[in-house]
């Protein structure tokens, strides 16, 4: 689980909250969300960020 102020994302059950409250995402932003939360510190590139939208979907 990731936690950022007061939202937190569930990677395993691909849920993301504000407040708790569920916030609906397609898988797509779920997919980018993930991407970007557990790459933080790191500036991806187009073709990374790509990747990282279809295999999340894979998982």
Do not use: P
Not at 3 to 26: I, N, S, Y
């Amino acid at each position: 689980m990731i936690e950022l102020g007061a939202m937190t994302f569930d990677r395993r059950a691909r849920r993301m909250k504000d407040e708790g409250q569920d916030v609906v995402l397609t898988l797509r932003e779920l997919a980018l969300l993930n991407l970007l939360l557990t790459h933080e510190s790191e500036v991806l590139s187009k073709t990374r960020l790509f990747e990282g939208l279809f295999s999340f979907a894979a998982d």
